[in-house]
């Protein structure tokens, strides 16, 4: 295999917390050295609680953040150090579909305005093929090419997000973030969205980063799923191995807190319950970030950040499953 | 019936309307279900399928252009509809009347953690505020009986926390707090509007097992409405399925996973992501909810319905019991008495236009 579509190595954001002058200054360390590879035509799912810096590390691989140390490889490109200027034409392969369908429209521009704009920032065909490329993209998304002159309020929600996916699709992308892209919409209709995500993936070969908390959404597209707590990745694997095996204790937590719609099932009872809650991203605990919720806790784990170690087909950085 | 399980909150076609200046909204049409002591029922439908207005006109809590145009609800044995309250002395006997069984008789805990509780306030005030209203008892044993409650509900050291406001919590602590007020005066039925939709799947599972545990413990009924199907088939021992204001399909849930009726609990449940399998495309309802502006005379599901017949488009189907618990609407089932049904409706139609 050629050169992996996405390389990120030992990627680093933090973001200041505003506090008085006189106070330390402190910051939310958003995402924290982390690194992994993405081949053509594969997704990597990214899954985590709130707050544990999946979305920004979706941002910062586009380069909507600068990213503060490591190096993002754009099919062996590094993009890290480059100006406005020079992503230009590397963001027409890099592109993001939103979570809010509803937000993330302008309501006075038509759907048909919409789709054409990203290929007249770019340039793309003349005006009359840019229509016909629009009703062509359209039909892909499953929109009917008739309703071109409407706006986005009289569409709803998943016809909204299937517009933001038709307008992604315009300038032909290699890879794609998709930050939260069902979690607005109803049951019925997500499984519809994760169809013709898969299909579109199937037919032109895209890469994609999935980012969501919707842990069965993510397990049906993704071929890899990165798993993330506080900022760090903490397993990353193939998805059927890390669902039926999860080897570290938080996404042994995470997969099995998903409620399972089947009554025949166990249920909560046999069910990893995890202790309290995430702690504060500004005072990450020293050492694993896990650590203080972690049954399998030692001093070890208190003292240092364990590696990511290869385990079983997969990576995991747990003090468990070092060689 | 026996003496465990005896009817608590009955609602008997229940029908609300919204006037909006878009033309009349018909949100909730004609709606029925019972729930028992001791039993936790779960209301599972998309947005726009009437599953919180139905519980909103439970608790007479409908916005002000809302209005239950009929039907009746019997909690606990007092009439709780405001259906036919025209008069103003009327509507104020019954607001008062309300007042005393919103969080006496029955708890609501709601979705937004974040936004239900006042940030102004104290939570301590804010938990012991209905305990004194409703159990007519000193400051004194209201902070006592708020002090056990967060105890219970597994908030460490709560003496402090009641002194804390809502912006110190996290958003599970703050549905802890709010489960807790709910069931501060020891109501017999709880409302829970999407009470984990907001929270972490991690917290998700710690507040599903609070509700279960309390709600065993207390001998309370509950009723939790939610979306997703996972939710109520670990905590729920009835399921109702609502599409576009309509009850479609209601059962046990072992009835409703293991022998579904409805086209529509097919396609949801079809649409679930299984954990294990292959990247096979998913099963999925094809169209959107309908516009409940636009209501036709037939079945609401039909056109998002793989199995529509032509008399599904005309006339509404009618409901059809599989068992004590299990019943569904749908033309599927109930085609042999099909001439009555289709007579019944034109003569109605008739009467309404004429």
């Not at chain 1, 016909?132 to 071109?148: N, S």
């Not at chain 1, 999860?246 to 719609?261: D, N, R, V």
């Not at chain 2, 608590?8 to 018909?26: A, M, R, W, Y």
């Not at chain 2, 306030?121 to 044993?141: D, N, W």
Request: net charge neutral.
């Amino acid at each position: 295999m050629g050169e992996p579509v996405i390389r990120v190595e030992h990627l680093k954001k933090s973001f200041r917390v505003k506090g008085s002058f006189l106070e330390k200054k402190q910051y939310v360390r958003a995402v924290n050295d982390v690194s992994f590879s993405i081949e053509k035509g594969e997704t990597l799912g990214i899954v985590g609680e709130s707050g544990c810096g999946k979305s920004t590390l979706g941002r910062t691989i586009l380069k909507i953040y600068q990213p503060e140390e490591g190096h993002i490889y754009f099919e062996g490109t590094d993009l890290t150090d480059l100006s406005e200027k020079q992503m230009h034409p590397y963001r027409k392969k890099m592109q993001m579909i939103f979570q809010d369908p509803y937000a993330s429209l302008n309501p006075r521009f038509t759907v048909g305005e919409m789709i054409a704009e990203p290929m007249e920032i770019y340039r793309m065909y003349g005006r009359k093929e840019r229509m016909e490329r629009v009703r062509e993209l359209m039909e892909v998304v499953g929109l009917k090419p008739d309703h071109i002159q409407r706006y986005p309020h009289e569409f709803s929600g998943g016809q909204r997000q299937r517009i933001g996916i038709a307008r992604t699709l315009a300038l032909n992308p290699e890879f794609i973030v998709c930050d939260e892209p069902f979690s607005a919409l109803d049951v019925s209709i997500q499984a519809q969205i994760i169809n013709l995500l898969e299909k579109i993936q199937d037919e032109q070969k895209i890469s994609y980063i999935v980012v969501a908390h919707n842990l069965n959404a993510v397990r049906h597209i993704s071929h890899n799923i990165g798993v993330m707590y506080l900022g760090r990745l903490v397993e990353i694997g193939p998805a059927a191995k890390i669902y039926s095996e999860p080897l570290h204790p938080y996404t042994k937590a995470l997969i099995s807190s998903i409620p399972a719609a089947d009554p025949n099932s166990a249920g909560m009872m046999d069910r990893v319950l995890l202790e309290g809650e995430v702690p504060s991203p500004i005072n990450v605990p020293a050492g694993c970030p896990f650590s203080t919720r972690c049954k399998y806790c030692t001093e070890k784990c208190r003292e240092r950040m364990p590696e990511l170690a290869e385990a079983d087909g997969r990576k995991v950085a747990c003090v468990l499953f070092q060689s | 019936m026996d003496s465990l399980h005896r009817e608590l909150l009955k609602v008997e076609n229940l029908t609300v309307d919204f006037s909006t200046k878009q033309g009349t909204v018909h949100a909730v049409r004609g709606v029925s279900f019972q729930i028992n002591t001791r039993e936790i029922i779960g209301i599972v439908g998309e947005s726009g399928s009437g599953k919180s207005v139905s519980m909103l006109a439970v608790m007479n809590l409908l916005a002000g252009n809302g209005q239950i145009v009929r039907g009746s609800i019997r909690f606990d044995g007092q009439e709780l509809s405001a259906a036919g309250k025209k008069t103003k002395a009327e509507k104020r006997t019954h607001e008062k009347m309300m007042r005393d069984i919103r969080g006496r008789e029955i708890g609501m805990v709601f979705q937004d953690p974040m936004t239900y509780l006042n940030p102004v306030l104290k939570i301590g005030t804010q938990m012991t505020e209905g305990i004194r209203k409703h159990m007519k008892c000193s400051r004194a044993e209201a902070h006592q009986r708020a002090v056990k409650l967060l105890e219970q509900v597994g908030i460490p050291s709560p003496e402090q926390r009641l002194k804390q406001y809502p912006y110190e919590f996290s958003g599970g602590m703050r549905q802890r707090i709010i489960i807790a007020a709910a069931l501060a005066c020891e109501p017999k039925l709880l409302i829970a509007d999407e009470p984990t939709t907001a929270l972490d799947v991690t917290v998700q599972a710690q507040i599903l097992k609070l509700i279960e545990q309390s709600v065993k413990g207390m001998g309370v009924s509950a009723l939790v409405i939610t979306h997703d199907l996972g939710v109520v088939a670990e905590l729920c021992d009835k399921i109702i399925i609502m599409y576009g204001g309509e009850i479609v399909e209601q059962g046990t849930v072992k009835e409703i996973f293991n022998e579904t009726k409805h086209p529509y609990t097919k396609g949801l449940l079809e649409s679930i992501e299984k954990v294990e399998g292959e990247r096979t495309p998913l099963h999925y309802i094809p169209g959107t909810p309908p516009n409940l502006l636009l209501m036709n005379h037939g079945c609401t599901f039909c056109n998002r319905c793989d199995k529509a017949m032509k008399i599904c488009r005309e006339y509404k189907p009618a409901v059809t019991v599989f068992s004590e618990e299990h019943s569904c609407s749908c033309w599927l089932y109930c085609r042999d008495n099909a001439q009555q049904l289709v007579e019944e409706q034109e003569k109605e139609r008739r009467d309404s236009h004429g």
